[in-house]
């Protein structure tokens, strides 16, 4: 079985499906989304969605998603502010 993907269907813009997702667990718009964009995956703050837009490739951002969970993705010497 492949991995569960923590994201639900596409936000809707303007009354279009805009293939951008959020998790689940998400409420409140204090979020970020994620979208496939080709061999990139695209990352964005749900509250300002005019904003800047974080482009990882598919495997720096399986990286950065597994440091997540592991807690390894801000060095213990500094603070998360």
Excluded: Y
């Excluded at 951008?20 to 667990?25: D, F, L, P, Q, V």
């Excluded at 998400?26 to 989304?33: A, F, I, P, Q």
């Amino acid at each position: 079985m492949g991995d569960r993907s923590p994201f639900t269907g596409g936000t809707v813009d303007n009354g279009i499906a805009s293939g951008w997702h959020k998790s689940r667990r998400s409420s409140g718009g204090n979020c970020v989304e994620v979208r496939r964009d080709g061999d990139r995956v695209l990352m964005r703050d749900s509250k300002d969605r005019s904003g800047p837009v974080l482009a990882f490739d598919v495997e720096e951002f399986r990286n950065f998603i597994a440091d997540l969970k592991d807690g390894t993705s801000i060095p213990s010497d500094q603070d998360s502010d």
